[in-house]
């Protein structure tokens, strides 16, 4: 078992670090089988896939100013209160390395008993900082950042979602494509388990020739899959499908890619759409996709590879799936979210 964070207990983040690790592991496919079983549904769930400590490459922290001292960390347990991070078990080394330098840089911007929420991205080319407070942005404000981005190597600022400091480009790289994050971009929490995911996904859809990548996101499974199918990405954020869609272009060796900005809660692809199909990814935050599933339901389409960070939603959805003439073939759980009380997955549906 790996050793007991200091703050565990008190931090709001891990709470099952003082788990052995087969009970660990068996209390987090519990899970997925729990969240099925709700739902009606008996299903192959394998072995937990687990990425190790230190390997969180993402994660939003909040900040406050008090009596000149800044707490920065996650909040407590059942709590608005911060717990001040002396270490983290679960960040990369390059983000917990970075968190005394980011104090320093708070105590002297913030106002007393100012705040602040940083959401912290760790990419191969350097750090993204996204800054939710209260300060505008105005010339001194950005001056100082400018100088704590050189002294703290962050290659990226945002405040309130624009760009204001700027030295590198956060990127990362999805089989061949090599992408420029916009700022707060959505990322997969760990390196690994987005590897477990993206193999997952190209096998379910090994098969197939003409794929959709709903919730697409940056291109976290469309450049895997574009290497043997014409795939069409879906996605709301503009930043984002941008993103993907300059990296398809200085890509080479790809199948076409195409791109569509979609708000797919409202406007879901109708069955008539995804019969044009013959292979779906389908990605979509906590709250799932039950709209898209219903017209999932109804089609014609053949496989479905399903990646989802919520069980109970993703039971939801397998449910009107199952009840539309899909078999849920096998559960992967991949466990990005360690010690914590969330479990990912992914699902592959074949039409029965």
């Known amino acids: 078992m790996t050793a007991i964070c200091r703050h565990f207990g008190t931090c709001g983040g891990c709470v099952h670090q003082d788990l052995s690790d087969t009970d660990y592991r068996a209390l987090k496919r519990a899970q997925v089988i729990a969240a099925l079983a709700r739902h009606g549904i008996e299903a192959p769930v394998e072995a937990i896939v687990e990425v190790p400590p230190g390997s969180r490459r993402r994660a939003t922290m909040k900040a406050k100013l008090e009596n000149g001292h800044v707490a920065l960390g996650f909040h ?27 104090r320093d840089m708070l105590a002297e911007l913030l106002a007393p008993e100012g705040d602040a929420e940083l959401r912290l991205t760790a990419s191969k080319t350097g750090i993204d900082l996204g800054l939710r407070w209260r300060l505008p942005n105005d010339t001194p404000t ?24 700027s030295l590198g480009s956060p990127s990362v790289r999805f089989g061949k494509a090599q992408v420029n994050l916009p700022p707060e971009a959505f990322l997969q929490p760990t390196q690994e388990g987005q590897a477990a995911l993206q193999a997952f996904v190209r096998k379910v859809l090994s098969r197939a020739k003409k794929i959709a990548d709903l919730f697409c996101g940056c291109g976290t499974f469309t450049f895997p899959l574009a290497e043997t199918a014409r795939v069409h990405a879906v996605e709301l954020e503009l930043a984002m499908l941008g993103a993907l869609a300059t990296a398809a272009k200085a890509t080479p060796g790809l199948k076409p890619i195409t791109t569509e900005k979609r708000n797919l ?16 990814c389908l990605d979509p935050p906590r709250a799932g996709a039950q709209e898209q599933a219903r017209t999932l339901a109804k089609s014609k389409l053949a496989r479905i590879a399903y990646v989802s960070c919520d069980a109970e939603t993703f039971a939801r959805d397998a449910r009107i799936l199952i009840d539309g003439g ?20 992914a699902a592959e549906f074949v039409r029965a």
């Open 76 to 102: 407590a347990a059942h709590t608005h209160d911060i717990v001040d991070l002396e270490e983290c078990l679960v960040l990369t080394p390059a983000l917990t390395a970075l968190l005394p330098g980011l």
């Open 142 to 165: 950005l001056a100082a950042l400018a100088r704590w981005a050189a002294k703290l190597k962050i290659a990226r600022i945002s405040a309130h979602g624009e760009t204001v400091v």
């Open 265 to 280: 809660f409202k406007r879901p692809l109708t069955d008539f759409e995804l019969n044009t199909y013959d292979g779906v």
């Open 326 to 345: 899909f078999a849920l073939k096998r559960v992967l759980p991949v466990d990005q979210f360690l010690w914590s009380s969330h479990i990912e997955l």
